[in-house]
């Protein structure tokens, strides 16, 4: 039988071009984003081959831009990753299936009765209007989500809207968007989540989780949030090719600069990295070609929990503080007032207390406390 | 204040001393701090992040001893006097202080003309030196909340709660900031009420210089 799936699979790959050595080192990158060695990459192969057949996949999408969607499929070849997930036995994924209407809808029903799948969400939950924000099928969206979680082996919650409401979340979030694993947990369906952010997802890390539950056959490593720690587990800056350049104090000033030019450090410019926890810097996008950083835009935090309202405006260093009454303030517009008024308060205060002749050696004592004086005056201790 | 002498058993030398280590740490941490908030000049981002870390850790140590210094240090506890008495009462308002919070209040505020009986230490100045410590704590907190390399401490849930509390890194960050910005506004007003009224207090703080009276017991 896992000679039938490896024919078949070599023969998917084989009309999209990608030949079995090709396969195989794409396998060994995935061992080592894994963390694990590249002598994996044949038990990687296995896993995927025989996974291809034994796993469907339930791909549902929600309150979306489908740019998730468009990640996987970015490829200009077909790359290795679109490939291994088409092969995978994909029951539903309503922007590239050619079913549609309830036909495509009982192949929800169906999967979910038989069970042993993996479940990957796109787009955040809209709980706005009673989850009437979004409906699909007559209903509202999210009941596809909750009835695709119950007999879920694994849930992968892909790009940060389907993490925890994304840019559709940002305020107001007219929408009442939120993520998968607060709205499961919401209607009582504890399961452990995958949840991979930023926007959009990187297909790489989709292949590695499913790969990885294919192959150990439970869910990756997760720190508190739900995040792969091999995938999240350290900053942006921390891995940056212009780190160097931030050392030495060597910064972008402006765009379309020498600075620029000579790839300093996007930091004054609103770079993110700092407080961004993914591996974008040396898993890449797009085929490995580039990313954000590399290809010159300072990292805007989009891996980030509440990523726009806490990382917008993208090219500052830090996000506004809204003021009652005066709205977004920049935190050092903020402080520099507060120092400034409490200097030329203190300069008032200086100028009085020289006209009241107290500079240098202050008021006369008083003799009595003002309380004992008031107590006195009213009859005191009688 | 004026008006009486200023001996050295009002600031005993170790308090001289955490008080020097103290101001030095400020410095260092709140130009650091700027320059890693905003790097105003090209060249230095490494040197700062380092001096920042080490005074942060000066400061922590400093402070945690100034806080076992008020309870094993006797000092001066009223104004013009050579007697001592335990630190800590310089730090929490004692029986004469009592009623004379808002007075301190009204006489900084020109509400008042003749300057209020107190300890040593003023009500509003005991309040606000005591704040100055989980003050200390707090941005010591959010600055470890912010520090990646805690990640891999054991402790790092302690900090982590916090990050989730606050809603993420770059609030903690903006939190760090304007914690900062407290400690500025009180340094402010506490080196402006310092020397407003003489500058004895300060040639006894820092240069151990004592100022005499010739009214004080110690001189009849």
Redesign the interface.
């Known amino acids: 039988m896992a000679q039938d799936a490896r024919g078949e699979v070599y023969d998917l790959l084989a009309a999209r071009g990608v030949s079995r050595r090709d396969f195989l080192k794409y396998c060994g990158s995935v061992a080592a984003l894994l963390g694990l060695s590249e002598m994996y990459a044949p038990q990687i192969a296995a896993a995927v081959e025989s996974g291809a057949k034994l796993k469907p996949v339930l791909w549902i999408a929600q309150g979306l831009c489908t740019g998730c969607t468009e990640s996987m499929a970015q490829s200009r070849t077909p790359d290795v990753p679109t490939v291994v997930l088409d092969i995978l036995s994909v029951n539903y994924w309503e922007t590239v299936m050619a079913s549609a209407g309830s036909d495509a809808l009982k192949a929800i029903t169906e999967t979910v009765d038989k069970g042993g799948y993996i479940l990957i969400v796109e787009g955040s939950i809209m709980n706005g209007a009673n989850g009437n924000t979004l409906r699909v099928g007559g209903r509202p969206g999210r009941e596809d989500v909750k009835e695709a979680a119950k007999n879920a082996d694994a849930i992968i919650a892909v790009g940060s809207c389907a993490v925890d409401g994304g840019w559709v979340k940002a305020a107001p979030n007219p929408a009442g968007a939120t993520g998968v694993s607060e709205y499961l947990a919401s209607v009582g369906i504890s399961k452990p989540i995958i949840n991979l952010p930023t926007c959009p997802v990187n297909p790489e890390w989709i292949v590695a989780m499913i790969v990885d539950v294919l192959l150990v056959g439970k869910l990756p490593a997760l720190d508190?949030k739900g995040r792969p720690t091999l995938i999240y587990g350290?900053?942006i800056?921390?891995n940056c090719p212009r780190r160097g350049h931030?050392?030495?104090?060597?910064?972008v000033e402006k765009f379309g600069t020498v600075e620029e030019k000579k790839q300093f450090c996007l930091?004054?410019v609103g770079c993110?990295g700092?407080?961004t926890y993914t591996n974008c810097p040396y898993v890449r996008w797009n085929d490995r070609v580039s990313w954000c950083v590399e290809s010159g835009s300072p990292c805007i935090?989009c891996g980030?929990?509440?990523w726009v309202d806490?990382?917008a405006p993208f090219l500052t260093?830090?996000?506004n503080?809204k003021l009652p009454g005066i709205g977004g303030v920049a935190?050092?517009t903020?402080?520099a007032v507060?120092?400034g008024a409490?200097?030329v308060a203190?300069g008032v205060?200086?100028v009085?207390?020289g006209t009241?002749g107290?500079?240098?050696?202050?008021?006369?004592?008083?003799t009595?406390?003002?309380?004992?004086r008031k107590k006195a005056a009213k009859g005191g201790d009688k | 204040?004026?008006?009486h002498g200023h001996y050295r058993e009002a600031h005993p030398l170790p308090l001289m001393l955490s008080h020097w280590s103290n101001l030095i740490s400020m410095i260092v941490l709140v130009f650091t701090g700027f320059y890693i908030?905003?790097?105003f000049?090209?060249?230095?981002?490494?040197a700062?992040?380092s001096l920042h870390f080490f005074f942060m850790y000066l400061l922590l140590v400093t402070i945690t001893a100034r806080i076992i210094m008020a309870f094993t240090v006797k000092d001066t506890n009223q104004m013009g006097t050579k007697d001592r008495d335990w630190d800590w009462k310089n730090w929490i308002p004692q029986a004469e202080n009592?009623?004379?919070l808002i007075?301190t209040a009204k006489?900084?505020l020109?509400m008042?003309?003749?300057?209020?009986?107190s300890a040593k230490n003023g009500a509003l100045q005991k309040i606000a030196y005591l704040a100055t410590i989980p003050l200390t704590y707090a941005i010591a907190y959010a600055g470890f909340a912010?520090y990646?390399p805690a990640?891999q401490w054991g402790i790092w849930?302690f900090f982590?709660a916090g990050l989730t509390a606050v809603?993420?890194?770059?609030?903690m960050?903006?939190i760090h900031?304007?914690l900062?910005?407290a400690i500025?506004?009180f340094t402010?007003?506490h080196v402006?009420l310092a020397n407003?009224?003489?500058v004895a207090p300060t040639k006894l703080m820092f240069f151990w210089i004592e100022t005499e009276d010739p009214h004080d017991r110690y001189h009849q």
């Open positions: 508190s350290s900053t800056h921390d931030f050392e030495n104090g060597e910064f930091y004054k993110k700092p407080q935090g980030n929990f509440n806490n990382d260093r830090t996000s503080v935190p050092s903020v402080g507060l120092g409490a200097a203190l205060h200086a009085v207390s009241q107290r500079v240098g050696k202050g008021g006369p004592p008083e009595e406390k003002a309380y004992d | 204040m004026s008006g908030h905003f790097p000049f090209a060249g230095f981002m490494g700062a992040r009592r009623h004379q007075e006489y900084y020109f008042r003309k003749e300057h209020v009986i912010i990646t990640h849930p982590e809603g993420g890194d770059m609030n960050r903006i900031y304007f900062m910005w500025i506004l402010m007003i402006y407003i009224y003489g």
